[in-house]
């Protein structure tokens, strides 16, 4: 009786081992299920998209809008237009070289601008620029992107550089 009452209790202390095995596998498994990597972006950055989005809709209705009401008004208020008489020219003087005047430059609209944080924990800002995400050194048209910071964007074209404020901030993840 004493020897059965051993065997019993190895027994049993099998079956515990057994399904204490079994029972981390199936803890692993499921672990693995529920840990699958991202595809795509994070849900974080996928509501910053969202929010840049109905930022950049609202930017947009807000700025017709407004553009719609100044041509209404300035045609209101918009100068008679005289009819000027043509000057003979003076055939006496010599011809001034005129000097070209400078091309416009049409710049873009900064809607945005956005921290992208890596891995590694180093950040990189990214602007968002006529509907268009940019990074230092991108080119919009035939101007070059050379800074983005916080307080805004630092565009170049030959010699001459631009910089466009950072619009105010309607929608953000943080309070960086």
Request: net charge positive; aromatic share 6%.
């Amino acid at each position: 009786m004493y020897r059965s009452g051993k065997r019993m209790r190895a027994l049993i202390g099998l079956w515990i081992l057994a399904g204490l095995v079994v029972a981390g596998v199936n803890a692993t498994l499921l672990l693995q299920l529920l840990d699958e990597p991202l595809a795509g972006y994070s849900a974080v950055v996928r509501n910053a998209s969202r929010g840049f989005g109905q930022y950049r809709m609202l930017l947009t209705a807000e700025a017709q809008k407004i553009t719609s009401g100044m041509d209404l008004l300035a045609s209101r208020f918009a100068p008679p237009v005289v009819e000027k008489k043509p000057v003979a020219p003076n055939v006496s003087a010599r011809p001034v070289a005129q000097k070209a005047p400078p091309v416009p430059v049409s710049l873009p609209t900064l809607t945005g601008i956005m921290t992208r944080r890596s891995t590694d924990g180093s950040a990189k800002r990214l602007a968002v620029m006529d509907g268009r995400i940019c990074n230092e050194g991108d080119r919009l048209g035939d101007l070059t992107v050379t800074g983005i910071s916080r307080k805004g964007v630092r565009l170049a074209r030959g010699d001459r550089t631009w910089f466009l404020k950072a619009p105010e901030v309607a929608y953000s993840l943080t309070t960086q």
